[in-house]
């Protein structure tokens, strides 16, 4: 008989897997899942959670379309000063921006207007597709905790630890009130069944309204969203609406499945066990 522990990683190998097939049949019936949440695909560190905005510039021979970075943003605001206030939308290319209302101190101009950070009229900073710049996205970030995915960083630690203290208004002032409120999500439309997903309230709203995910995202009930799975998160709803573009990608299953808590590790260091064991047994045969 298996141990539990060993199972568990088990069913999670042949979950992935799963996902993996139901990944490929979603992309070939076009699906509209799109080339950022392609799990088949390395992530470049410096570009994850970059936005190419080309709504109204896409194809413009006045300027290039416009080049968005999370990692430089988010270290000084909370989504909130974004996405609540300054009505950015969450999903990319929608907002309706024109020049006229970022000279008029809206959108981007709340904040680029020559005294927080450079002025609307360096075109070329913002419009930078296909340009060649240096953004030393990873130099900036270097000194934040680790993280294997995404952009490398732990944007979770580097808030607890007061590595960074993004601002909950675009004017650099105020901080959130998280709510501490945890939820497991129980997983039930798989078997055998990967661990349940555990969702924290307190990091979520330490950078987020309750705006931005009720009930826009989730009905504010427990178990009260019962459409939700995998392969929507996937392809960006639910939990994939930040998660599969600008916070850690869905590649790092076990920090959302993490109820019981993932036990790899106990498997690595069994491993090194029998490792041992066996360079024992081999040094004593070769005695
Ligand atoms: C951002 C959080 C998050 C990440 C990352 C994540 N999952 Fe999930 N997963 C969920 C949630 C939430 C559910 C839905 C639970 C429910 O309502 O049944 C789920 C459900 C599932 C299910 C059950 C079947 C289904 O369609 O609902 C499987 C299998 C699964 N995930 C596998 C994976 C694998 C494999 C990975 C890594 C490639 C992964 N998950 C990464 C949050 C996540
Ligand atoms: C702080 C960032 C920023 C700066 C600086 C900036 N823009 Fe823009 N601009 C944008 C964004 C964002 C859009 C919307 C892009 C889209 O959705 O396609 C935009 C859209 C445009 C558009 C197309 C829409 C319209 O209003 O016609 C033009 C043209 C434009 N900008 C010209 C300029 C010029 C010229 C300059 C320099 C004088 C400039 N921009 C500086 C961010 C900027
Ligand atoms: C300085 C402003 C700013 C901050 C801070 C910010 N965002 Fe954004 N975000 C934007 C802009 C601008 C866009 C592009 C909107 C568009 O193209 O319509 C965007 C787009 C997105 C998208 C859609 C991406 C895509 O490819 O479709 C997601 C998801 C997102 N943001 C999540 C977040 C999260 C989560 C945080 C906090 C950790 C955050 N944002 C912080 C300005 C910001
Ligand atoms: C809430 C304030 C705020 C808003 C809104 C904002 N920015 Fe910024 N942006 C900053 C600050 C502050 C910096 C300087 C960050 C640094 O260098 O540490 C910056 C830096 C940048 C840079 C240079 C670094 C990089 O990421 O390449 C670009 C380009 C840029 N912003 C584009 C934009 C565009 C385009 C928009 C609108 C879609 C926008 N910003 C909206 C505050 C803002
Ligand atoms: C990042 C998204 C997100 C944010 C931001 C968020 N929530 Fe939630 N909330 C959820 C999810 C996911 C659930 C669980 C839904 C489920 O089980 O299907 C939930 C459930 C709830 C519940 C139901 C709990 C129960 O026992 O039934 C309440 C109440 C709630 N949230 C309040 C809030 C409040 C208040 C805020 C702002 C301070 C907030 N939420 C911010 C995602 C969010
Ligand atoms: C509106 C955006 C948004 C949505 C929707 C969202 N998250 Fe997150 N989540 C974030 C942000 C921002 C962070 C901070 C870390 C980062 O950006 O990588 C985060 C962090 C986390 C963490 C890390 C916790 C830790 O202690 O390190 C987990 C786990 C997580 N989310 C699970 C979920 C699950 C499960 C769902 C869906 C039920 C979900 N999230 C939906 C934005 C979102």
Redo the contacts with the bound molecule.
Sequence with gaps: MLSNRRFGVKTILAAAMAAGLFFYAGADAGSGVTWETDLRRPKNPDTYGNVLMDRVTRGSKEVKPVVFSHWTH?SKYT?KACHTDLGFS?KGRTTEIMQSDIAAGKFCGSCHDGKTSFGVNECEKCHSYGLTQTRNTSEKLKDLPKDAF?NQV????AVNEGKIKPAANHDGTGVLTPLDQDTI?PVTKFTPHPPD????HK??TQ??DCV??HES??KQKNGGNPE?NMMK?ISGQ??G???AK???PIDDCF??H?QPAPVIDEDKKDEKKDDKKDADTRDKKKK
Excluded: A, N, P
Excluded at 154 to 157: A, H, L, N, Q, T
Excluded at 197 to 200: C, N
């Design positions: 988010r989504c969450l995404g732990d944007w979770v630690k999500i997903v555990k969702f924290s990091v979520h950078q987020l931005s995910c995202i989730f939700m998160i639910y939990c609406t930040c998660h600008v916070s850690f920090r959302c993490s």
